[in-house]
């Protein structure tokens, strides 16, 4: 069988591995635009602050490692179009025929029609080149203000990248609230306080109508003028979806696929940021742009081309970070995306410590849990602190893959030892608050 993939990125990378450890005599061959193969592209806000301190150490594998397992590499090459009648890609070298198809063709920063916004000095922050071109404009312009537009993961991730190394910035966001789409305003007004805390201001409900200077040394929102050295566009990402377009498969905002990720063409394959799958609790059609989400689809997919009949299972997007010493860690609907489905929740809130009140250094702790009213299901969770919140929502997240309910959830059995943790965990808690709202 020969198998090509056009997207060198987390989805075609892992679909290589994937499938090559499922069969080794296979023809498998990676066709990606960029230099490398698998890079994290959420480190980059990492390496931008100086944690991890050299790009290069977020390519996952060296090129020679894909070699040793014989998938062959065609990188810095573009896919230019899809014959299917053929069963051939068409590259900018020359065309490849293929057997089975994975479309990994990604998402790309979206960057909204703000006059100005080609200037010198305006970034995206999605790619190794973007980091580059930011870290050699610090060099040569020594910036000491920056402006964010868009407070979304990468955008709080790309300010505290600023401030980290010594930068006044400023966020500005069209909505209400930042994390718009993972945390309801009660929480995200935890970590804007934080952040506000360590010196990076905000400016909810407002747009950039203008970037000013070339390179920039304003923008306009309104009628105020701010003055910034630097600003980065965060306005999220959008599906690569123009090869699936030219070869006439189904796409909606991005690659239709079936629940063994194959497109309208049986032949042809879409995972990663570039294909539209389920929502665990609509059920509606979901973008899910995600490393987690990407390396499972690979999986999946990689089993379903050798007949193994995998289903991608609908998806909850569940998501943690840090910003400075804070974790936030969230998956499912909020309460704010509930209402406006129609979906009535019961919400169970609790605020107490990762530790026993007794033991030293215990940090602050919100929980917020999504029940859905009808049937009692766990459907969402928000959890912003100081620590641990990573195993706690990962906990959650798994037992509402699984169905669980709030009685499950109030009744679970947990772990406890005063180093560690209290002896009624923080999440039992707030699902008992819920359970009482449901009696």
Known sequence: MKIVVIGSGTAGSNFALFARKIDRKAEIIVIGKEKTMQYSPCALPF???????????????????????????????????????????????GEIPYDKLVLATGSKAFVPPIKGVESEGVFTLKTMDDVKQIQNYIKERNPKKALVIGAGL???????????????????????????????????????????EKG????FGAAVSEIIGNPV????IGEEKIETDLVLVATGV???????????????????VDEYLRTSDPDIYAIGDCAEVYDAVTGNRILSQLGTTAVRMAKVAAENIFGRNVKFKPVFNTAITELFDLEIGTFGITQERAKKEGIDVVIGKFKGSTKPEYYPGGK??????????????????????GERVWGRIMALSLVAQKGASVEDVAYSETAYAPPISPTIDPITIAAEIALRKFK
């Open 47 to 93: 390496t931008l602050s100086g944690k991890i301190p050299k790009l290069e150490d977020i390519v996952v594998f060296p090129t020679e490692f894909y070699e040793k397992q014989k998938i062959k590499l065609l990188l810095e090459t573009e896919a230019k179009a899809i014959d299917r009648e053929r069963k051939v890609v068409v590259t900018d070298k």
């Open 200 to 203: 990076i201001q905000f400016r």
């Open 217 to 220: 040394n304003a923008v306009r």
């Open 364 to 385: 602050p702790i919100t929980v917020k849990l999504m029940f859905r009213k009808k049937d009692k299901k766990l459907i969402g969770a928000q959890i912003v602190g």
């Open 238 to 256: 959008r599906a690569n979806t123009e090869l699936a377009k030219q070869a006439n498969l189904e796409v909606n905002k991005g690659i239709i």
């Open 154 to 196: 990468i955008g709080l991730e790309g300010a505290v990248a600023f401030r980290e190394i010594g930068m006044d910035v400023i966020v500005v966001e069209l909505l209400e609230h930042l994390l718009p789409t993972m945390l309801d305003k009660d929480m995200a007004s935890i970590i804007q306080s934080h952040m506000e």
